[in-house]
DNA sequence: AAGTCGGGGAT
DNA sequence: ATCCCAGACTT
């Protein structure tokens, strides 16, 4: 889509729904805009407004931010957290005031210089202070981008990010470049939201990639989650020679609590010997399974099943809370976890290992 | 490229 | 509980 037609549309969008009470709109200088922008990043508007008045009243310009002391602003920001923010913000203040400038550059690459102002916040105080040309690409515009044009990917990898400053800078445009950028990071918050994005209010649905394709939920893509660690555990699918099936209720606190599962059986044990010392059965072991990965929030429990058919006994097993001896497919047992029950499915319908183990003797 | 800084709102 | 917020800076 042409960026004329982008911006125009946002810019619509912006005169009939945009947000226009916020404190920082009016009289935007480059100094009110700055101290906005500032406390801002990494902060929701609704958090910010009391904060930007009570700290405007206190220090109205740069010069009387300069002659403060760091404790004082330092106690106004008290409760925003990100306190590098004020720290830098009274530093570039300083600086400024100690050029003898007392005011903001207005040019991308000097603004940049200044602690605390970065490519997105520089390209915001241009833009909605002094009408330059620059684009910005904070939260808001990632993901609204991100969704426009289905850009694949985390947008912290920062191949993903620069193909989102590429798509901010196309679609800035010349005229009107405040309302737009104020415009952008609006439709983001009030209708490109996060969770549940508003789409039929959106005045790029028509042109949207995302939900063309039904995918604004899973655009922009999430942060990759951590690797998650490993756990590992053999199941025993014991068989008796009626064609039965062992299964083991799970204690009532932890994983699949109360549910039916297989006997299960540490990675480094050997399950004869297991079996034996454990279940008082004697039995001979077949080749395991492949294993299956079944995959939980915070782990992974890879499970090796392993193919056991009982030879003898030396104490039964006990019918009762803990164990059944299972053997009709269709009968209804109490709760199992999916991957449980897929395992007792093929159990059942395995042909015996005993011939196998037969042969292979 | 990954980790750090943070309190608060929304679901 | 988890995610996310008008990000920038350090390692």
Redesign the pocket.
């Known amino acids: 889509m042409n960026p004329i037609e982008f911006s125009q549309r946002v810019l619509d969008w912006f005169d009939i729904h945009g947000r226009k009470q916020?404190p920082w709109k009016e009289n935007p200088t480059p100094y009110r805009v700055w101290v906005?922008?500032i406390m801002?990043?990494?902060?929701?508007?609704?958090?910010v407004i009391p904060y930007y008045e009570r700290f405007m009243a206190r220090f109205p310009d740069i010069r009387v931010l300069a002659d403060a002391e760091l404790d004082e602003v330092l106690q106004l920001w008290a409760?925003?957290?990100?306190?590098?923010r004020a720290r830098?913000l009274h530093q570039a203040a300083r600086i400024l005031c100690a050029r003898a400038e007392n005011q903001l550059p207005l040019d991308m690459a000097v603004l940049q210089e200044l602690?605390?102002?970065?490519?997105?916040?520089?390209g915001?105080i241009l833009a909605l202070a002094s009408g330059q040309r620059q684009p910005i690409l904070?939260?808001?515009v990632k993901?609204l981008l991100a969704r426009f044009a289905a850009v694949e990917g985390w947008p912290g990898?920062?191949?993903v990010q620069a193909t989102l400053w590429e798509l901010a800078e196309r679609y800035t445009p010349n005229a009107r470049v405040a309302d737009y950028t104020?415009a952008v990071?609006d439709l983001?918050?009030m209708i490109c939201k996060?969770?549940?994005p508003c789409c039929e209010a959106c005045p790029l649905i028509e042109h949207c990639a995302a939900y063309a394709q039904g995918r604004q939920v899973d655009l922009p893509t999430?942060?990759p989650?951590r690797e998650l660690p490993v756990r590992t555990t053999q199941m025993l699918l014991l068989r008796a020679e009626n064609g039965a099936v062992l299964l083991e209720r799970r204690p009532p606190i932890g994983l699949w609590g109360g549910l039916w599962s297989f006997p299960e059986c540490p990675m480094n044990a050997d399950a004869a010997t297991w079996c034996q010392e454990r279940l008082g059965l004697m039995v001979m072991v077949g080749p395991p399974w492949e294993v299956i990965r079944h995959s939980f929030?915070h782990f992974h429990l890879d499970i090796t099943p392993v193919p056991v058919t009982v030879t003898g006994y030396s104490q039964a097993v006990m019918e009762g809370e803990r164990f059944i001896w299972h053997r009709d497919r269709h009968a209804v047992i109490g709760g199992m976890a999916t991957p449980i029950h897929r395992l007792l499915v093929r159990r059942l319908k395995s042909a015996p290992d005993t011939q196998q183990l037969t042969i292979d003797l």
């Open positions: 916020l906005s922008e801002l990043q990494q902060t929701q508007v609704t958090t409760g925003l957290g990100y306190y590098a830098h602690p605390g102002i970065g490519r997105s916040t520089a915001a904070d939260g808001n993901r990898q920062s191949r104020q990071m983001g918050a996060p969770h549940q999430p942060k989650r929030s």
